[in-house]
């Protein structure tokens, strides 16, 4: 334990420096992956055949263990030059977080009570508006979950996309376990936990405050 | 030449942290803006660099022949660097720097059972393992088990095979631990690696010259070298003053003594006078 | 005026929930769709403001095919409660009832006054209910907020799908009321489902009883309760039919077409009814013996004579000329 | 054809041309040649795989929900909120930390990864057990206890059956996610297909990668379907028919 | 029987569901529990079969204090159809209402021929339903299924919530007939809740009327119509309360107290009544005017006399000696 703590204070810009890629690989990816998804879970809703292939599309590629994809990133994004570091691991935490933010989305406005659409139709609103006034607000815990569940997703495979250069956390892991140092391990598994946590948490209140107190 | 960008790459073993962080503190001493890309296995490094998202990087002449070329291994040290130079600066990557650190491949024993069985050289071990077929298991991680200048290699000059099942591949580092525990008798080394003497392990005699030399040497893309033609000279200062015994110190310092590599890196060249 | 031609509806081509209907709802009339459930209520209901399509025929709303209106638009000319009440979670009660002028872009203070104006007409304290989100409200104060949101914004066409149902009888005798009241008022134009014959009876200026999606009888209250047109309308509103439409005539029907007996000055336990009391109630009074006898009061409140269940009797004799 | 159901098709069709095209070029390029090349590598790497799936998810399975079943009994309620959470946090442990933390205790091999992978896969499944347990329509339970059924009677006949969708569901998420984490044992000496994925990305060497990565995918694939397949045998047709209609409800 | 001694429910330490009910249900009794939502008559019902806890007080079942009975063998002696129907979605029609059956190991043959009985006595065709899952049902239809599933092992004792409320009017009309036509040969002994005041008069032997936790009144029905016990109950019978009454008479009654005007025998549109007709129905019939006279027989059916709303009106004058 003491180790612990002795190896955290000598090495914290290099901890912090670490956790600041992890951050900023998985914010991208997360805001990318929202920008995609949500407007296509939204989408979704209105393509109902659609809806069904791509959500097995999604689910195919969350079976696709991590490190294979991020194997398999190599070859193909080497074609642009990319093959390696923030690119490739980027496009695979997109990847991994479209299921759980679509499949809550879709899921989310697909759920808002059908009497409530229903009534938001007999009163005149255009499709906009009911999107933005009725079933957005009312799916939002839903869609938040989904978002949820897709940033622990990437936090955690985040670690290992330092397999193919691009930083973060899970380079203290693998250095700390190919040196034998523990301490170094014990820090990297630590700081992805916070950070999921902190990430899960922080979004659970962005949640509760935007979330519509009667839906709560 | 204030805010040059440049990247510098390093495979996944302590040597080459410490390594790319020596590089690191030069150059943004000399003012450029470097950013790091760390943790590859060699050949994606390699990649990396081929690719242009890694600009430098220190790397090994054998493993450059070899592995990312597909020639014969050559034991002299010039001869390698300068067939290195030949061979991949038709394809936009120049060698320069070469340094007397001679990382190169080893195979590892405990020194007592070593002692005990009598195994001494490469050629022993490849007697040992005909006569008792099955019984050594060995330690190594992915890249060694599968390069042409690993274990392949070493099967094809010394005549033996262990089984598939008797070779435990991990990520490299645990190597040492898994022949320490007992859970191997050999394991793959990297001659620099401190941890061989510390585990009293001794290295195999490579008395068939199978291993090429491995000297640590900078590798860069043509266009960086050509852009910044200056940083030669300021790898030539960490070149010069490197070898075998002094990056094996180093890695002393990170794998024993668990010191972080950014520390040693910064002692180090401030005590040899580099680094302000 | 809604005007229905030839509208037939089918469920995934094999549910005929709309068998060919014809009907039209005057200008500030107010239509009731009556029949079991399954008839195709709800259904005829939601093609006229477009939520379901029709299969064939045509709707006219003020003359206009609807396939010719603007949906957006008509909806918002058209006020609609749903069968259960669809009350926005996310929205208190306050913006849950001004939705709609909230879209046609009222000011703050009208849409403040127009909220307290229709809470107070439903029944609700404003104050009390304005912050609040429908998940705080009983099933009946939710629903008394979707017919005062459907109010909102006045419109001249009402559709209102068994607005009434969650209410418990006391206060569902107020809001009814309270809006035929309005109804007297603004003769708003209104298509109201129900499946409850003493409401239909109650509110309706006509009754369409419905059944399999074909309409029975559409007609007065009077004329389905005392010359239902076959089998089933009798049956559906039920045995004791006359005894209900009882409650559309008045003791001033009544003395229009008999004369009283003269009141016994000499009992003292005496109660006064006046003209516009229905004889339903009458007869309720007569049979609870709430008082040793009961007298009808004129215009004027003087006592034009003594009321009985034998009085009553004849009165049907002559008002109800055919038989069942 | 409807223009929704046209791109439907089309995306159908794009999402298989990459397939075959990626397995296409797989071929052409000899992707796959490790794997007759090596046969006998190969199926050592896999069973070393399927044992260290088989053996941590089983026993997760055989843990896991018992725990859950007990813990959602009325006499552990209160216990419940607390393994819920920990279930919750535990879940954010990134697999790759779980691996190497288990091998700071039980050394390199296979050991180790086998007990990392189970505890990876206890918590979906004991998250997913209690959700079940939880979400069984309490008035049909109350039916139940009314009518004088005992409470092993109530578990075995009403709530595992209602509960049977949402604990298989776990069940898959964990072996599914077992599969691919499965490939990371590599790292602390475990074996299996992920050596040669791991060879793969630092020899940079796609025969090596696409060996081991696409039977690693296929397994966690096939595995997908099979436990779907599994669903629909097990969970009462009543409940199945039911989640269909709520489905196209909504 | 069923004995409430002093029973008192606390939910949560602060809401008082039940305050101090004293209230004896003898065998074969058939007793209403009837009162306006969350007057506590699921919990005071949910007591007796323990799926709720006492506060205070104790509770008889056949003499024997609850407590001490074993729970799970008295549940099973005791029919139980809860108030939402509470049917298990994994289990079809038929395995839901054979469940008790099966528990008690009841043979295939045996179970499947009650499973005829009583699909067929709720009104669902057996081989219809008998493997369809409790979602494929209307809720009506739901709801039968749980009313049979209670009778399954014609349990002794009955506790029903609301067994009814989800059904329409015609379908409830004839379930409560074949409930009574049972009832009336088995004799169990039925505690029934109902917020149905027109259900608890036509079912109920005896009827006890809750608010807020308390009896305020338990009665026969025409007790509770004609001799309301104080304002609450009067005014939640109704206006119309003796109306209601009405049909608790017969035309028997009615010949007991009264002696009929004579036939007129000139008349021919004449219809006849027997003696077990309802004054209710009757009063319609005159309303109606279903024939120009209507005409009482008596056992031997001979016409016995002529009835009218003027007799009716006098037979309640002397029945029911205290007014309202
Ligand atoms: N979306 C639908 N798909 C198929 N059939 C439908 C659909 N909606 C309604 N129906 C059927 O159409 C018929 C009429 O339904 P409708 O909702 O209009 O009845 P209703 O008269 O409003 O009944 P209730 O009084 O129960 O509300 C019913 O038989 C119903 O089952
Ligand atoms: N578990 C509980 N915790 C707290 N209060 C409760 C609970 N269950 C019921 N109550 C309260 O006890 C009172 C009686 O409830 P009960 O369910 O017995 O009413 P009810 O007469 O059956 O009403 P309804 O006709 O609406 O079914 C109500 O005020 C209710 O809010
Ligand atoms: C350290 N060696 C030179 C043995 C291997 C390499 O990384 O290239
Ligand atoms: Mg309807
Ligand atoms: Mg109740």
Known sequence: MSGLIDYISRDFSNILSYTIEHIQLVGVALIIAMLIGIPLGIYLTANEDLAETVLQVASIILTIPSIALFGVMIPILSVINQGVGFLPAVIALILYSQLPIIRNTYTAINNVDPNI????????????????KVEIPNGLP?????????????????????????????????????????????????????LAIIADQTLKLIQRKFTPKGVQ | SSGDQVTVGAKNFTEQFILAK?????????????????????????????????????????????????????????????????????????????????????????????????????????????DNPGEFRMASDAEFANRPDGLPGVYETYGFEFGDAQVIEMNYGLNYDAIGNEEVEVAVGFSTDSRIPELNLINLEDDMDFFPAYSAAVSMTTEIYEEFPEMEEVFQRMADILDSEIMAELNYQVDIEQRNVDEVAEEFLQES???E | MIEFDQ?????????????????????????????????????????????????????????????ELNKIEMRRNIGYVIQSNGLFPNMTIEDNMMIVPDLLGWDRVKKRERFNYLSDLV????????????????????????????????????????????????????????FLKIQREVKKTILFVSHDIDEAVRMGDRIALLRGGEIMQYDTPTNLLNRPSNEFVSEFVGQDRVLKS????????????????AADQTITDTKKVDMHTSLRNVIAMLLNREADQIVATNETGEIAGRLSLGLIEEFLEKEVKTKA | MTRNKAIALAVKIVFWVLIIAFFWWAFTSEAFAKIYESPGTFFNLLSQHLTMVGISAGLAIVIAVPLGIFITRPKFRKSEWLLVNIANLGQTIPSIAILALAMGFLGIGIRAAIVALFIYSL?????????????????????????????????????????????????????????????????????????????????????????????????????????????????????RLARQAAIKQA
């Open chain 1, 117 to 132: 659409r229903d009534a938001a139709k007999g009163i005149g609103m255009t499709t906009f508006q009911r999107l933005i």
């Open chain 1, 142 to 194: 839903l869609i938040m979950a989904g978002v949820r569940t897709a940033t622990v997703l990437s936090i955690g495979i985040g670690a290992i996309a330092a397999f193919i250069g691009s930083g973060g956390l899970g380079v203290l892991i693998n250095s700390g376990i190919s040196r034998g140092n523990s301490n170094m391990v014990l820090t990297g598994a630590i700081a992805v936990s916070i």
């Open chain 2, 22 to 130: 020596m590089t690191e503190l030069l150059l943004e001493q000399e003012g450029y803006e470097v950013e790091m890309r760390d943790n590859l296995g060699s050949t994606a490094l390699r990649q990396a660099l081929e690719n242009g998202q890694v600009d430098v990087t220190w790397d090994y002449t054998g493993t450059g022949l070899v592995t990312y070329n597909g020639e014969d291994p050559i034991a002299d040290v010039d001869e390698a660097f300068a067939r290195i130079q030949e061979v991949d600066g038709e394809q936009g990557i120049t060698w320069t720097n070469i340094s007397e650190v001679n990382n190169t491949y080893t195979l590892v024993m405990r020194e007592d059972q070593a002692n005990e069985l009598g195994i001494e050289s490469i050629s022993d071990l490849s007697d040992y393992v005909n």
């Open chain 2, 273 to 275: 006078g580099l680094l």
């Open chain 3, 7 to 67: 509208v037939t509806k089918v469920y995934n081509g094999d549910v005929k929930a709309i068998n060919n209907i014809d009907l039209t709802v005057n200008d500030g009339e107010f239509v009731i769709l009556l029949g079991p459930s399954g008839c195709g209520k709800t259904t005829l209901l939601r093609m006229v403001n477009q939520l379901e399509t029709m299969t064939e025929g045509d709707i006219r709303v003020q003359g206009k095919s609807i396939s």
């Open chain 3, 123 to 178: 029944g609700l304290a404003p104050d009390e209910f304005r912050n609040r989100y429908p998940h705080e409200l009983s099933g009946g104060q939710q629903q008394r907020v979707g017919v005062a949101r459907a109010l909102a914004a006045d419109p001249p066409v009402m559709l209102m799908d068994e607005p009434f149902g969650a209410l418990d009888p006391i206060i569902r005798t107020s809001i009814q009321d309270e």
């Open chain 3, 246 to 261: 009882m409650s559309l005539y008045t003791v001033a029907h009544l003395m229009d077409t008999m004369n009283l007996k």
């Open chain 4, 123 to 239: 918590l979906p499944i004991l998250q997913n057990t209690i959700a079940g347990l939880d979400s069984v329509d309490p008035a049909a339970k109350d039916a139940a206890k009314g009518m004088g059924l005992t409470p092993a009677q109530i578990l075995f006949k009403i709530e595992l059956p209602s509960a049977s969708y949402s604990i298989l569901a776990g069940i898959r998420t964990a072996v599914v996610l077992n599969i691919g984490t499965a490939a990371l044992a590599y790292l602390i000496g475990g074996g299996g297909l992920g050596v040669w994925i791991f060879t793969g990305i630092q020899l940079f060497d796609p025969q090596f990668l696409i060996s081991g990565a696409v039977p690693v995918t296929l397994l966690a694939i096939l595995v997908d379907y099979m436990f779907r397949g599994l669903q629909f045998a097990v969970v009462p047709k009543g409940l």
